[in-house]
Every structure is written in C-alpha cells, then in structure tokens.
C-alpha cells in the first residue's frame, strides 16, 4: 500500500516537472528553481533537502496547508486505501461498525479502543488543533539547514506577498544543549544559495537569529516584531516546572511555592513568543516528541506547542525534523518526507559500510580480547587516514557503565604501547569526566586534536557531529535501549567531502540484534539493507595551488540604460477629461410563467439607473503614491495636483490617467554603449573556504559533487605532475564534465611540453563558474527571458600576454551552434542557447582582435589529435596570428 509520504512525493514531482505552476503566489516557482541550481558553484542543497523543500511547498501552496486528517481523506478517496495507508487494523473498523465518524470519534475518546488497537500516535496526529507535518531524513542529510532553507523561503515569500498567509517568525526548538549546538549552523548557511539575488537583500536585511542564554527570565525579542529567529532549548520554553533552573528563579522562590515561580519563568518565556505574529514552529529531532516515551514525552511538547497555538495571533504551520521516522515499526503517519540510511548511503551523504560490519560472538571475560583485536584492525585500516584538513581518523568504543571503562582502559592503552602508540591518544566522556576531557571532547573537530580513541558512556550519540569519526564499538551489551545502540554505531556513518573509506562498526552478537531490531523500528529497513547500500554520487574538495594569477584583461562593450536630459524637464499635468460617474443598473424580477419562452423569471417595471457614490483621495496622499511609483520629485507632484484640485479632493477615478501622463513624460531612457577594459580575475580565493592546516600553512578549498562513474573525469595534478611539468591545475583536481575535455586536456600538456618557451599557462576553467570564485564568464539570455552565467572551458595565456579561449561541444550541437554563429555574423536571430552562449564569447573576440581569440572544437569521444592544428599553431608561434 502507497504511504502518505510516497503519494506526496509523486505529486510533488509532478508539480516540480510543469514548473512549479501557482497563479497566486508565482514567485515560488523562481525560488525553488534557483534553489534546485544557483547560478554558480558552492553550496546547494542536497537531493532530500530539495525533496523536502518541494513537498513542504506543494502542501504549503497546493493543498492549502491542510490538517493531516484532511490530507488523508483528500488524497485516499477510497475508504480501503484509507484505512491502510493510515494503519488502522480492519478489527478496528469492524468494533466500529465500519462507520468512519464512529471512528473518529472512538479515536479521540476511547482511551480503550486506542490500547487495544494500538493507535496512540495516530490519535496524537489526527487531534491536533493545527497543521502539523514530520520531515524525517536520516541522519547527515541536513535537517538543520532545510529548517533554514523553509524559514528564508518563508520570509521571502513574506515580504513578496505582505497579504499571504506566510510564516513571518519562526520558533526553533530541540531537546537538550548537544542538539541545539548543531542549530547555530542557521547562522552559516548561504542564503544567497537558496533565495534568489533580488528575494536575498530584503531576506538579509530583515532576518534577526536569537539563540536564548541560560538565566534569561524572557526571549529577547521585541514583541509583536517580524523576521525573528529564536532558537531555544525544549527545556526552556515548554510547560513543565522541572525545565527551569533555581539559578533561574531567584528571589520568587522567597515570595512563592517553587512550582508557581517555575511556572511564571516559563510563562514569561513563552508569552515573548506567543506575541510574535505569523508564526512558525520547528522541531528538531522530532522523535523525542514521540519515540519509545511517547506517553510521557508528548505531552510535555505538544502541551507547549498547544499553548502557542492558542495564544499566538497566528499559528501558520509545525514542522518536525526527525531522523527516526517509526514508532515500534510503524510510521508515524503525519510523516510526510520520508528519506532513510540506505538511501543517504547510495546518495553518498553516508559513509559506505558495505562489508563493514563485524559482529562478535563472546561472553564478557572475552572482551579484552575483543577490544586488542579491534584497536588492532582500526589503525591497520585507518592509521594513515585523514580528512583533507589534516584531522586523523578515529574510534569511538561505547561502554553501559563508567565501571566497564574504567576496567577496560588500562587493557586498551596496552595495546596501544604494543603497536607502538601512545596511552595519549585515548579520551573518556561521561557524566563524571573531568573538565578538562570534557574541553577536549570538545574539540575533537581541531585538526589538531591528538586523541584518536574516544571511550564513551551515555554520551556521543545524538547530536555528536565528529567528520573524523570512521570507526564505532559496541563491546558489551548495553543494558538500556531506546535507540542507543542505532544512535552510537551510526556515529561514523557522517559522509566526509573527498573520502573513499567506508566505515567500519565492531558489535557483540546481542548488539546486532539490537541494532537489527532499532533499524527496522525507526527506519523500517533491515542490517541487510543498510549493508549492502552502494554509494551512487560522491563529494570531494578542489583546492587553489596557485593563488596570484594574472587577471586576464579584455575589452567589453557596456551597456547603461539612462533617462534622458529632456525627462528631466518640469513636470505638467493635466486635469483628466470629464467622464460620467461610475454607476450600475438594478432591475426587479418576479417568479412568472411564461407561455412564450422557458423563462420562469419576468422583470417588473423599468430598469433603474443608480449612481455610485464618488470616491476622494487628498493631493498629499496622490503625490506619495504617484512619485513613489514613478521615482520623480515629490513635490512636483504635489504642486501639480494642488493647482488641479484647489478643493483638496481628487476623485480615485483620476488617478490612474494622472498616472498616465507621467509615465509619458518620464518613460523617455535611452541606451549608452561604451567599450571599456576590465581585468578578470580567473580565480578569486576569498570566494573559497579558508582552512588552517595542522602545519600552519592556509589552503582555500570549497567541495564538489559528482556521480561515481564520472570520477574517471577527476585529474588530479600528482597524477599527471611529471608529464605536466606545472602548467594548468590553478586547482587540484580538475573535475571535467565529459571525456572530450579531459582528453583535449591531456593531449594540450604533451603539446606544451614538447615547446613550452612561449606558453605562460594553460588553465581549465568549465567547472569554476561561481561568481565568488571567478570573474571568467558571459551572461547571455535563456529561453526563460532570465539572464544566466556561462564560463568557456579553456584559456590559453601565451607569455605576449595573447590568449585562446577553447570551448569543447558536442558533435551533435555542431550544425545547430555554426548557423547561429552565421545568423549572428548576418545580424539575424540567435536560436539555440548553446548558440547564445558562442555568439557572447564571439563578442569578447571581436572587441579584442589582437589580444583574444576564440575556437570551438566538437567531439564525441575524444578531441581527435588533428583537432588541435589551430591551438598548436597558437601556442607555437608569438610573432603572428595564425
């Protein structure tokens, strides 16, 4: 049976395939498309993210924002498909007398009928007073930057459409200080990457992020205010006494019982937020509202979220983030994204562990073997493994109790001494750990923390984001549940940009039925599933190895549009023509039969003819509207209407003819064309992530993605450094779009190198196109009427300071790309966007005969060594063009 989140994302892909078609609100269609592919490189949100985006639009848009009972009837009109996709067992239906409002009643009432049938979440789904949805993706696909990705879409829809129904202040909340530490990432993330140019400036300029502070008696918000951010812990805001501190209360605990001044603290704070209109509420790691505690836990958030509900001018919508989707393997059913580990794992936002997986069959004097032969096998495997930034791999081992550590440590630091390691590398965490490891632990991301085996207790699960981490043990059966054992052996899982490694997780035999058991409870898959998921993309990380690159200087004609002198002359208006005053007819019928016609209704008497009453602006008013409209002085404006309308009162009719005459009189602009010259930076290091390597040198990198059978098209310069000398690779690797180009390059090197006196460089430049990153592009006009960017593939800078510029094409584009660089030469129309994109190329050309030149090369599989008879000429003769 298709589930909810199944049947929504099939209509959602539907809606994403005609464009995202919404008459009233059309700008969403701009900002989904942008976000699915910003112009440039650089971040962009990953396949679940924009999975996500687009669902949460299409129910936000589409369907209204609708309750989940709504939904469900909506989209399963078939009361069988009803039933199932909501999981209601048919004994259920059959206590009711297969009678759907019995149904919903017993629901909400019969505490009986929801044991017995075990229907507890889904009466927590379908009760709620307002629309609420869970987004569940694994873990690493980035839940915290969709809650930023949905916040900025909303405020940007916000401000587009004032009168919409758009959340235009949003409540952030998670369980616990380790979570929301993960929720400052909401101040990192590039807008610029999700809201288009025009939609980031006013989002950039309005958003206000406020992370509440132990002690703080309220939020710090202004009440009634829009665009704010509050991020908080649950602790803090929901209703429940034991959430507030003594340090937080103060004198009143004098003045009152305990639980009041308690009461009163939580009250303030949450008061602060229930005044801020237009309010959205977002729940990170939402299966602590359900999870194995739902009877207890639930009603502590939900309480808070009801008050809210209750209390705000207006709730819009309550999102909820989860990685663990199921509650005692069922899906929660107000699920309505659902994106598990196996395919973050093929989408290679999980590590691989494929083989990985090694399970132990000991009894517990047996472990001190166990743990010598796993300290063993991780740095066979992963002693020489590191992330790009110098971090070392490392191992974190799990333990129930700090006995069990304690016992265990000395026997692992042994091992550590017998292959030649330090006992310095190892590092505990639990509740009696000393300040000092508790610091360390938490800077294991410094590249140059020393500890490499991390010893656990009842911490580093959830929430513990650690890149370095490769390696996890479950050496003991762990004597509590509730997810622990998914939680800490999926740890390692976090994919990291460039890594090849896959994961390895060590367990006992009773921990593998544990995790085998909590995989199919929360994610519904199985060991099986989770093991044998193949990455299918993978991410790696350029990085600059030449930074003072020579601009490449080039003429270009720009283009200004201006008004002109004559626009600027004294503006005069006119009083409109005299027309008659707006009116409407009334006429009366009585109910008649008519022998004539089929006509029951006849009119009685005369058509009357009524006048509507006029309606009157001031000239003050008129002016602001109207300079403001067409950017001229106010109090031009003003003085004409004053002279028109001595009376003070201007018939709103007027306005629009008013309005008339000064755009006829001000609508006179003109195009300016100068050529001027410009030095185009081919890279731009401050548009790359800056990164402090452990040896103190700085490196400037930013991360790719690609698909695992293209990595073939990924040349590394170690590769190729002999053969290569040091020409090209201004970064390391270059990551080529097709075989041709990889092959054009490849061939240019042996060409170079052959008579290398008068190349300076040669540089790829196809997949740098982010204008933080370079200046080397065109912009050209695409079918949408949309200006978009485009960067040639290659540039060929001889020592004259002459350069080539080479595009490889397709050879099918060949005949279609030709006749519009023949249209263009004839002054006829430019059809084809790859023809677009040659002929604005061709204008760099011809504005710059002695210093540029400009060759297209079509191939299917490889440049053809004849092919290069132009370029070989180019960089073998400095003392004329060929």
Known sequence: MIQLHEQLAMLASNWRSNHFPC?????????????????????????PQLLALRIYWYLRLIEGTPHVRDLYERLFPNKAELLSALGIP??????????????????????????????????????????????????????????????????????????????????????????IQSLREL???????????????????????????????????????????????????????????????????????????????????????ASLPHLGIFSDEAHHTYGQTLDKELKKVRKTVDYLSEHSPNLIVVVNTTGTPYYKKQLLRDVVVWYGLAQGIRDNILKEVDGNIQVFSFDDAQTPQLLDHVIEHFFAQYGDVQLLDGAPA???????????????????????????LPASLVLENHSKASKQSIDAFNRLNDPAAPHRVILLVNKGTEGWNCPSLFACVLARKLRTSNNFVLQAASRCLRQVPGNRQKASIYLSTSNYAALDRQLQETYGETIDDFNGARTTSRRSIIRLRKLNLPPLVVRQLVRTVRRKEAASATLRLALPEPTASASFEKRVFRMAEQHATENVLAQVGET????????????????????????????????????????????????????????EQTAIYEVREETVEIALALVKPEGFTREPRVDGTEVYTAEISYPVDRENLLLPWDKIRNEAGDFGFHYDPYDFDSNPEKSFFEQLLREIRTDPSNVQDVYFTGALTDPHKTDFYVEYLGEDEQWHRY????????????????????????????????????????????????????????????????????????????????????????????
Request: aromatic content about 8%; charged content about 25%.
């Open 23 to 47: 008459d009233s609100f059309p700008a969403i269609a701009e900002i989904l498309e942008w976000a699915e592919n910003p112009d440039g490189s650089g971040f962009v949100l990953r396949p």
């Open 90 to 179: 048919s004994g259920a239906f059959e206590e009711v007398g297969y009678d759907f409002e019995t149904l919903w009643k017993s629901l909400g009432s019969s505490d009986d009928f929801v044991r017995e049938f075990k229907l507890q979440s889904l009466r927590e789904t379908l009760s709620l007073e307002y629309p609420s949805y869970i987004l569940a993706l694994a873990m690493g696909a980035g839940k915290t930057a969709l809650v930023g990705a949905i916040i900025a879409s909303e405020f940007a829809m916000a401000m587009e459409y004032p009168d919409g129904h758009f959340i235009q202040n949003a409540l952030v909340f998670a369980p616990g200080t380790t979570i």
């Open 608 to 663: 009357e003819t009524l006048q509507s009453l006029e309606e009157y602006t001031d000239p003050r008013a008129a002016a602001t509207e109207l300079s403001c409209n067409y950017r001229v002085d106010f109090w031009a404006v003003l003085d004409n209407l004053s002279e028109l309308y001595p009376t003070g009162k201007i018939p709103i009719r007027h306005l629009k003819e008013l309005a008339a005459q000064i755009e």
């Open 791 to 882: 960067t040639p593939d290659f540039v060929v800078r001889r020592k004259d300071g002459k350069c080539m510029i080479v595009e490889i094409k397709s050879a099918k584009l060949r005949a279609a790309t030709e006749q519009d660089l023949e249209n263009y030469a004839q002054g006829n129309a430019v059809v084809t966007i790859e023809g677009r994109k040659a002929v604005k190329v061709k204008e760099w050309e011809t504005l710059n005969p002695d210093s540029l030149k400009y060759e297209i090369l079509y191939a299917e599989n490889i440049v053809g060594h004849d092919q290069l008879q132009t370029v070989r000429a180019f960089v073998g003769d400095s003392a004329h063009d060929e």
């Open 187 to 273: 101040v990192e993330i590039p807008y610029e990457r999700v809201l288009p140019q025009r939609l980031h400036r006013a989002f950039a300029a309005s958003i206000k992020i406020i992370f509440t502070r132990d002690g703080e008696k309220s939020i710090p918000v202004i009440r009634g205010s829009l665009f704010n951010v509050v991020v908080t812990n649950t602790e803090k805001i929901r209703i429940h006494k034991e959430a507030i501190r003594k340090s937080d209360i103060g004198a009143k605990l004098l003045l009152q019982r305990e639980d009041s001044a308690r009461a009163e603290i939580a009250n303030a704070r949450l008061q602060a937020i």
């Open 394 to 420: 490392r191992l974190a081992i799990y333990f129930p109790q700090t006995d069990d550590l304690r016992e265990y440590r000395s026997r692992i630091e042994s091992k550590l001494a017998m292959l030649g």
